[in-house]
T-cell receptor, first 113, second 112 residues
Framework: NAGVTQTPKFQVLKTGQSMTLQCAQDMNHNSMYWYRQDPGMGLRLIYYSASEGTTDKGEVPNGYNVSRLNKREFSLRLESAAPSQTSVYFC????????????FGPGTRLTVL | QKEVEQNSGPLSVPEGAIASLNCTYSDRVSQSFFWYRQYSGKSPELIMSIYSNGDKEDGRFTAQLNKASQYVSLLIRDSQPSDSATYLCAVKPANQGGKLIFGQGTELSVKP
C-alpha cells in the first residue's frame, strides 16, 4: 500500500495563477484533510471531508476550494494564487473523523512569486 | 491565547537523558490528544494518542494527560540522536467533527 500520495511534490506559481493539488489514499479511509504548514505556525486545517460527498471548512479556508472526487481522492484548488499561500501543504486521511489516527502524505511545497 | 501552545524550543538534551515536552490547550471539553513527530522535510507521523487522565506508556515514550490543568506532555526516556525532530501536539476538540488543532511544535535536539 502506498498510503497517502500527493502530487506534485514541488510547484512554483506566479501571483494570479491557478492550480490543483492532488491527494489520494488507498487505505479505504472515510475522512480526508488538507493542512498547510508555515514556519512557527504548526499545521492549520484548510478543509476536511468527513465522508465521500461532504466537505467542511477548517481554520483557514479563504482562497481555497476542495473537491472530494470519490472515496480515494481529495483535491485542493487555488483559483488565484497569492504570495501568502506560499507554504507546505499536507493531505491526511483517517478511517473515521472521530478519534482515529490521521495519516499524512509527503507534502507539496508551493511557492507563489 | 492560542488554542494549543507548545514551547518552540529548541530543546537540547544529551543522549540517554529524559526529554520532556509540554503542551497546553484552551478548550476544556477537548477529548482526544495526540503527539506527532516530524523530521525535517518530512510529514508528521503519530507516535502517541491519549484520551484519559493519567499516563500512557509505549516503549520509551510516555504521554501524560491532566484535563483539570489542561496540559498534555510527552516524555522520551533514554533519548537517542534519532529522536531529534519537531514534536507536534494536537488536540481534537469535542463536537467539531474531525478537526485537529495543532500546536506550533517543539524542536528537540539530542546530542551524542
Amino acid at each position: 500500500n502506498a498510503g497517502v500520495t500527493q502530487t506534485p511534490k514541488f510547484q512554483v506559481l506566479k501571483t494570479g495563477q491557478s492550480m490543483t493539488l492532488q491527494c489520494a489514499q488507498d487505505m479505504n479511509h472515510n475522512s480526508m484533510y488538507w493542512y498547510r504548514q508555515d514556519p512557527g505556525m504548526g499545521l492549520r486545517l484548510i478543509y476536511y471531508s468527513a465522508s465521500e460527498g461532504t466537505t467542511d471548512k477548517g481554520e483557514v479556508p479563504n482562497g481555497y476550494n476542495v473537491s472530494r472526487l470519490n472515496k480515494r481522492e481529495f483535491s485542493l484548488r487555488l483559483e488565484s494564487a497569492a504570495p501568502s499561500q506560499t507554504s507546505v501543504y499536507f493531505c491526511a486521511s483517517s478511517e473515521r473523523s472521530y478519534t482515529d489516527t490521521q495519516y499524512f502524505g509527503p507534502g507539496t511545497r508551493l511557492t507563489v512569486l | 491565547q492560542k488554542e494549543v501552545e507548545q514551547n518552540s524550543g529548541p530543546l537540547s538534551v544529551p543522549e540517554g537523558a529524559i526529554a520532556s515536552l509540554n503542551c497546553t490547550y484552551s478548550d476544556r471539553v477537548s477529548q482526544s490528544f495526540f503527539w506527532y513527530r516530524q523530521y525535517s522535510g518530512k510529514s508528521p507521523e503519530l507516535i502517541m494518542s491519549i484520551y484519559s487522565n493519567g499516563d500512557k506508556e509505549d516503549g520509551r515514550f510516555t504521554a501524560q494527560l491532566n484535563k483539570a490543568s489542561q496540559y498534555v506532555s510527552l516524555l522520551i526516556r533514554d533519548s537517542q540522536p534519532s529522536d531529534s525532530a519537531t514534536y507536534l501536539c494536537a488536540v481534537k476538540p469535542a463536537n467539531q467533527g474531525g478537526k485537529l488543532i495543532f500546536g506550533q511544535g517543539t524542536e528537540l535536539s539530542v546530542k551524542p
